[in-house]
Structures are given as structure tokens and as C-alpha cells.
């Protein structure tokens, strides 16, 4: 069985502090992966040594069938690995269409995919000459999500989407996700526990750098004793 | 102190529109060497936050090369047409030769450097400047140039369009003025569009930004700052180049230091990270420049250190009341 994306025994340090004590844990195609568990405990650092952004001191990444383990991000990027950060970090001086731009990697048809971006997200098109760093914490979201679609990723790491949205925009950030979702597989980083069962498949729990439960979210409840545990 | 009656002439003076029209052309040529002796600057320091103080010693190279090209085959391009086509041929030589010396400094010597304090950049551009001074020196002197006082020779081959000064209206036009303008105009324009129309710019200004960002786009962001690296490095030896022609600058080793001070004031007061901020301070030097000197040297007061002395105040004024920049945003610019 090939998975699409595999971290085997990662342990990722920022300077001496060990933050990922040897976390694996794996996406297939079209799946939605959630990872939880409290603040602190690695769910961010899983995701930045997926992109090499963090690389692991020890332990593998592969993506695709390659071992990326120390690549250039950009290299992985390219390889069709997407990331809709925390805080959502726009290029606040470009306008939203030369946020999405910088995010096709098919130079050719820059156009084509920005279509497709509006298209999907129909109310960003009002909005395409403004710059990104204007614009309201939901509206911001959609882009950084359009910036995921029109890289053409098989992989999207999409860390806390619903963080700081109020719940009417957060119902329409979900939505965006289950979209991109029909075509790409997620793992999702996600505070708010029925919404990530909820999007997701499957979910890996995290605590003190460490996987300890994963299981598919079908019944899966915040009450259930081995989570709230972890979670509270 | 001035007296009351000194200032009412030195406003009768400029009351004059001979005088008016002088200083508002004379500020637009020095606006034009503002901008291009900080067009090179901006990218580097502006949107890569490398502080390069190898700025001006890059100038001196540019207009050495240049006034190279043009004292070699001044003898076979003669008149108007043949001396300012061949200066374009000097400018892209000087463009294609610095662009690559750029290139590969940003490679070898300046990418290790990136994760640490902007100190060791400093020292380490600021050492680059010593050593490429010192071989400057070096090669002048055996080719029997005196290098501490003016390429009289470069000078020599403008054309004599560009020496005399035009008849226009009665006004008199000096022909590397409007020379200057033109080029200036065309350096900010050729700027402007690589970065705001090309790809390679839309990569710039994203990585300038938030590089780490960029980079999980799929943009290869150290490739794209060695290119701003040696584009800047070239369009900083294009300035030089142009500078040769002028009495006022003109190639020799102390170019590099005129030129480096001024050079950071205008991208400090645009603002770090904005290239049109640069333009519009440039701009803004230039007239001061234009009207103080003015001012300063004519009858009225006789002070001729003084519009130097202005263009540092703009620098600590704006420092004061606007620490950003005039078009500058705070947190923009560097890693």
C-alpha cells in the first residue's frame, strides 16, 4: 500500500528543544486526515517537517513514492504539497490576485487558474484588485485556500482554518475545504474538535510530540474518555 | 543672520521664470541620478534587507567599464549618433558584466550570511568594498590612470550634443541634462515593469515579504534573490556608467563613497521595501538638491557645502517624523 504523504519515527528539534519525539503517521489519497490534541504539543511541527520548512533531525518524510527528507521546500512544494498556514500569511502589499498568482506553478496558464480560483470562491473576485492585507480574517482565508487550489496539490496542510472566524464565516471556510477536498487530500490541523471529526476521515491525536490514538472519526465524540484526556 | 532684505531677494530671485525653469530642470536631471544611483540599492537593501555597502564601490567599477567601452572605440564611433550608440553598448556590457559579478557575490559570499545579525553583512560588504577599491587602485595605476582624480579621458568622448547647452525658448538646456532625464526615465520604467509585470518580480516582492511563505508556493526563492542581487548589482553599474559623463560625479575611485551616503539616504526616505517610494524620494532630493544649490551658490547667500547639508536633513527628518519611509511599511523587507 503506498501512502501520499509517510512520516516514519520523526523527531524534529527547534535549536535544542525537542518538540516531534518520533511521530509517524501517514495520508492516502482523497483522504481528510485530522490532527489534534491541546496547544504545544507538535501539530503545527508535524506539518512544517511535512514541508521541510522544519526539517527532522531524525526519521523520514516520503511524499509520492519519494523520500523528500532535507529537499527545499520549494522542491516539495512543486511535488504537489500545498500549506494554508496559521494566521494565513498573505503577501499583505500584493493584491489577491498576485497572491493567487504566486501560487500557480504552471507558468503557462497563470490565467486559466486564476479563473478556476474565482470560480470556486466567486466572492473574492470583487475584491481581486485589493490588497490582501486589507481584507477581513474570512476573506483572507478563502484566498489562502485558492492559493492551495491553484497549486495543483495532491497533498493540502491546512493548519487551524477556523481560528479568530466567526462561525457564520467558519461554516463557509468548511465548506471551501470540503470542495478542495473532492480533489486533494488534507490533513488538517484543527482547535475545534467537532468541526475537524467532522471534515475528516480519519485522526491522529497528538500529545508531548507524540501520536497517542488514532482512529477513524465515524461516532468519534469529544466526550469519549481516551480524548477528552488529551484534549482538556 | 541673514538679513530681512536678503530673503526678499533670494525670493525675487526665484520669481524669475528664467531662474524657476533652470532649477525645476536642474532638479529633474539630479532627480534622475538620485533615483538610478538608488535603483540598485533599493532591491538589494529594500527588498532583500541586505545592507550592501559595496554599493558604491560597484558605482566606481560601472563607470570605469563604462568610460573602458567608450575611450576604446571612441576613435571609431564618431559623431552624435555613433558616440550615444556606442554609450548603449558601454550601458549593456556594463549591465551584462556586473549583473553576473552580482549573481555569483550573492552565491559565493552572501547567501551563507542570511540567517545571521545584519552585522556580519556589513563587515562582509564593507570588506568586499576594501578589497574591490584596493584592485581598482591597483589596475589604474598600471594602466597609468591617476585614480584618486577624474577620468578626464571618459569624460572626453561625450558627444557634442550632450556637452553643449541648447537654445530652448531662451532658456539654455544643458544636453547631458535632458540626457540624464531620458536615461532615468527608462532605468525606472525597465524597473518598474520587471517588477510589477513579470513573473520573476511577482516572486521578488512575495519573498521579500515572507520568503518561508513563498518557498511553500513552490517558488525557488534563492534563486529569484540571486537574480534581484545581480540585476541590482548591474543597474548600479549602469548608474556608474552615466555618472562618467558627468563633471559633476565622474569616474574615479572616490565615486563610490560620493555616491553610497546619498544613495541610502533616498532608500531610507522612499522607504524600505517600496521601489516607488524610492522614486518619489529620489524625486524629492533631486529638487531639493536643484533649489538649494541654487540658493547657495548664487549671489544671494554664498554657502556651497550647504545642499549637501539639506539632503541630510530631509534624511533626520524623516527619520523623526516618519521612521518607515515615506512609502515604507513597517516590517517589510529583509528575512
Given at each position: ?6 512520516l ?7 535549536g ?21 490534541g491541546?496547544?504545544?504539543?507538535g ?7 511535512a ?13 509520492d ?5 532535507g ?74 485556500i ?9 497533498l ?40 475537524a471529526?467532522d ?34 | 543672520?541673514?538679513?530681512?532684505v ?9 520669481l ?14 539630479k ?9 540598485g540599492?533599493t ?18 567599477i ?18 552624435n ?53 584596493e584592485?581598482?587602485r591597483?589596475?589604474?595605476l ?7 582624480t ?34 532615468g ?15 520573476y518580480?511577482?516572486y ?14 513552490g517558488?525557488?526563492?534563492?534563486q ?6 545581480g ?12 555618472l ?7 569616474a574615479?575611485?572616490n ?41 547657495f ?12 547639508l ?7 527628518g ?14 517589510v523587507?529583509?528575512?
Open positions: 500500500m503506498s501512502h501520499l504523504l509517510e516514519a519515527d520523526v523527531h524534529t528539534y527547534y535544542e528543544s525537542h518538540i516531534l519525539e518520533g511521530v509517524s503517521l501517514h495520508v492516502d489519497p482523497g483522504e481528510t486526515v485530522a490532527l489534534v491541546r496547544n504545544g504539543v501539530k503545527t511541527t508535524t506539518l512544517r517537517t514541508l521541510q520548512l522544519t526539517p527532522p533531525r531524525n526519521g523520514t518524510v516520503t511524499y513514492g519519494e523520500d523528500v527528507t529537499s527545499e521546500t520549494h522542491e516539495v512544494a512543486q511535488a504537489g504539497m500545498g500549506w494554508i498556514p496559521e494566521d494565513r500569511r498573505m503577501f499583505s502589499q500584493l493584491t489577491v490576485d498576485e497572491n493567487i498568482q504566486v501560487a500557480v506553478k504552471d507558468s503557462e496558464r497563470v490565467d486559466a487558474h486564476l479563473d478556476r480560483a474565482f470560480e470556486a470562491f466567486p466572492d473574492l473576485r470583487e475584491f481581486r484588485n485589493r490588497k490582501a492585507g486589507n481584507l477581513s480574517g474570512g476573506q483572507q482565508q478563502m484566498v489562502a485558492a492559493r492551495g487550489l491553484v497549486g495543483e496539490n495532491d493540502l496542510l491546512v493548519d487551524e482554518p477556523s481560528e479568530g472566524l466567526a462561525p457564520q464565516i467558519v461554516e463557509d471556510v468548511a465548506n471551501a475545504l470540503r470542495a478542495v477536498s473532492e480533489d486533494a487530500s488534507l490533513l488538517l490541523v484543527e482547535q475545534n474538535f467537532p468541526l471529526m471534515l475528516a476521515d480519519r485522526f491522529y491525536l497528538m500529545d508531548h510530540g507524540e501520536v497517542v490514538h488514532s482512529d477513524t472519526t465515524e461516532g468519534v465524540s469529544a466526550d469519549d474518555e481516551e480524548i477528552r484526556r488529551y484534549l482538556t | 543672520m541673514i538679513p530681512l536678503s530673503l526678499v531677494d533670494a525670493a525675487l530671485h526665484f524669475d521664470p528664467a531662474v524657476l525653469a533652470r532649477v525645476l530642470f536642474d532638479g529633474l536631471a532627480a534622475s541620478i538620485y533615483v538610478m544611483i538608488a535603483a540599492l532591491l538589494i537593501f529594500g527588498l532583500m534587507g541586505v545592507l550592501n555597502f559595496a554599493h558604491g564601490s560597484l558605482t566606481a560601472g563607470a570605469y567599464l563604462g568610460g573602458l567601452v567608450m575611450v576604446t572605440f571612441a576613435a571609431s564611433a564618431s559623431g549618433v555613433g558616440r550615444i550608440a556606442l554609450f548603449f553598448v558601454a550601458i549593456v556590457v556594463v549591465f551584462a558584466l556586473l549583473t553576473a559579478f552580482g549573481g555569483a557575490m550573492e552565491v559565493s559570499l552572501i547567501r551563507p550570511l542570511y540567517d545571521r545579525p545584519p552585522l556580519y553583512q556589513i563587515l562582509l560588504t564593507f570588506g568586499i568594498t576594501l578589497v574591490l577599491e584592485l581598482l591597483m589596475i589604474l598600471f594602466y597609468d590612470i591617476q585614480p584618486s577624474d577620468w578626464l579621458a571618459a569624460q572626453g568622448t561625450r558627444p557634442e550634443v550632450i556637452s553643449k547647452t541648447h537654445d530652448v525658448f531662451g532658456l539654455g538646456v544643458e544636453g547631458l541634462e535632458v540626457f540624464q532625464i531620458l536615461l526615465v527608462a532605468i525606472t520604467a525597465g524597473v518598474w515593469l520587471f517588477l510589477t509585470r513579470t513573473r518580480g511577482l521578488i516582492r512575495a519573498g521579500s515579504e515572507d520568503g518561508e511563505m513563498a518557498q511553500a508556493l517558488v525557488n526563492v534563492h529569484a534573490f540571486t537574480v534581484v542581487f540585476v541590482g548589482v548591474g543597474i548600479t553599474g549602469v548608474a556608474g556608467a552615466l562618467m559623463w558627468d563633471s559633476a560625479w565622474a574615479s575611485i565615486l563610490g563613497a560620493e555616491v553610497l551616503l546619498p544613495a541610502f539616504v533616498v532608500v531610507i526616505v522612499g522607504g524600505l521595501g517600496t521601489f516607488r517610494g524610492t522614486v518619489v524620494a529620489g524625486v524629492l532630493v533631486g529638487f531639493v538638491d536643484a533649489f538649494t544649490t541654487e540658493l551658490t548664487s549671489d544671494i547667500v554664498g554657502f556651497s557645502a550647504l545642499p549637501e539639506f539632503i541630510f536633513l530631509i534624511l533626520v524623516t527619520l523623526v517624523l516618519r521612521p518607515q519611509g515615506l512609502f515604507g511599511v513597517e516590517e523587507g529583509g528575512h
